[in-house]
């Protein structure tokens, strides 16, 4: 038996959009960070980029559970001493709700050259519009 490794060249990637409206941040990214893996499809292979291109709107609607609109806090470390910043949750959904599922999707992926070219499948959006109705997404039903 011979180990089947698929032809990344010749595979057609798809396109698909996620509403965001009412869904919870951590099983919204689970899904995205799967589909931008390609763990959905039979050829999945851990070491190459098998997945397809995911679109995320209303990135400022999504839900977080518990008290973590209020106690969760990003981080940011400028290298220097006391150049450690702090922003909570509430303020980076006011200023930058696309940071919000950006992070939490990179934190599910691979911490390696893969990881970072997977990212870049991945487009999110403040509201409804996108600038990518050419690809023709199909919708996602993550409920």
Not at 25 to 44: D, Q, S
Not at 48 to 75: H, M
Not at 79 to 106: F, Q
């Amino acid at each position: 038996m011979k180990t089947f490794l698929p032809k990344i060249d010749k595979q057609k990637r798809s396109w698909h959009i996620v509403d965001a409206e009412g869904l919870v941040l951590g099983r919204i990214a689970e899904k995205v960070a799967n589909i931008l893996r390609g763990r959905n499809k039979p050829t999945y292979t851990p070491h190459l980029d098998a997945g397809d291109f995911v679109i995320v709107v209303n990135a400022e609607k999504v839900r977080v559970t518990g008290r973590k609109e209020t106690e969760k806090e990003y981080q940011r470390f400028s290298g220097y001493r006391g150049g450690l910043k702090r922003i909570p949750l509430c303020v980076v959904r006011e200023k930058h709700p696309e940071r919000l599922i950006m992070s939490a999707v990179k934190g599910m992926l691979p911490k390696n050259k893969l990881g970072t070219k997977l990212l870049t499948k991945l487009k999110v959006y403040k509201g409804t519009e996108h600038p990518h109705a050419a690809q023709k997404p199909e919708p996602l039903a993550l409920n």
